[in-house]
């Protein structure tokens, strides 16, 4: 008796122990986002955004990703501009490419948060463009939340555009969650659901996070770029539909009306420098 309870007890450290190695993925009790620093867009002519200098506050994008963690999973939102592997034999200095730059890569900054790619449910781009896309393929064990409109345009014969098709190749034999202009309610209890918000591209979203402490925070892709664009209406020059554009901010600023929530551009430098990045989080 005395042995067997012995064993047992044994038994039952071994397995504590076993699952306190495991346990490493921390778990939220409620939902919470970690913000990435995926760097910086500069030189970009106002003009292309219908802008000139004078009326912008800040000309230089920022650039930056998100990962929504639910009590039941995880939600990987867009993937930055510089793929991790342009900072082999770089590290610790600004990877520079053409427009984009960036002092820190991906991957670090999800772990600092204590994740991996394997530890991501669900994965969405907001969009197909390549300033967010760059390390989409880390992403491709997850299943891709995608608008049927934005998957078809991005495996389309010669996509034509601010498109890296090597960057997301991996995503096209993914397990795949594919909407027809439609919202998804991801864990199934309305805390965390991506959007419908085509215009900038055919198939653009946006995803909804409702917090218990910060609120609503709607994470608003490239919805909007500059904040002036909210103000004023303008879209930019190279919208795939401008009247669209118009009806998805219309639908999701009746929706941050209704619920008290907060947009976060994603390229607004006040927006990202307000945020505290991971590993700190907003819950
Ligand atoms: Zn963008």
């Known amino acids: ?5 012995r064993a047992c007890a044994l038994i039952a450290l ?33 003009a292309l955004f219908n802008f000139t200098r004078d009326e912008l506050k800040e000309v230089d994008f920022v650039n930056a990703s998100y990962l929504v963690v639910h009590p039941s999973g995880t939600l990987m939102f867009d993937s930055g501009g510089i793929p991790d592997s342009a900072f082999a034999g770089h590290e610790g200095t600004t990877v520079t490419e053409g427009v984009m730059s960036a002092s820190k890569p991906l991957l670090p900054q999800l772990a600092s948060a204590g994740y991996e790619p394997a530890d991501i449910t669900y994965f969405a781009l907001s969009h197909y463009h390549s300033d967010h896309t760059a390390n989409a ?10 608008q ?24 096209r034999s993914a397990k795949t969650k594919i909407l027809d202009d439609e919202s998804f309610d991801v864990f199934g209890d309305g805390s965390v659901v991506v959007m419908s918000a085509p215009g900038h591209t055919p198939g653009h979203q946006v995803v909804a996070v409702k917090l218990a402490n910060a609120g609503t925070v709607v994470l608003g892709g490239d919805l909007y770029h500059y904040p002036e ?35 976060w551009i994603e390229h607004d430098k006040a927006t990202l420098d307000a945020l505290p990045k991971a590993p700190a989080y907003i819950d």
């Not at 008796?1 to 309870?5: G, L």
């Open 1 to 5: 008796m005395i042995k067997a309870s």
């Open 14 to 46: 071994g397995l504590i122990a076993s699952l306190a190695a495991t346990a490493q993925t921390p778990t939220a009790a409620s939902p919470r986002i970690y913000v990435f620093d995926n760097g910086a867009i500069k030189g970009l002519d106002p």
């Open 137 to 146: 393929n880390s992403f491709a064990g997850a299943t891709w939340i995608v």
């Open 148 to 171: 049927k409109a934005e998957r078809d345009f991005m495996f389309a014969d010669a996509p034509e555009g601010i498109i890296e098709p090597a960057t997301f190749g991996a995503l």
């Open 229 to 263: 664009e909210r103000t004023t209406g303008r879209t930019p020059t190279f919208e795939f539909d401008a009247e669209q554009s118009r009806r998805s901010r219309a639908k999701i600023e009746a929706f941050l009306e209704e619920t008290g929530g907060t947009l």
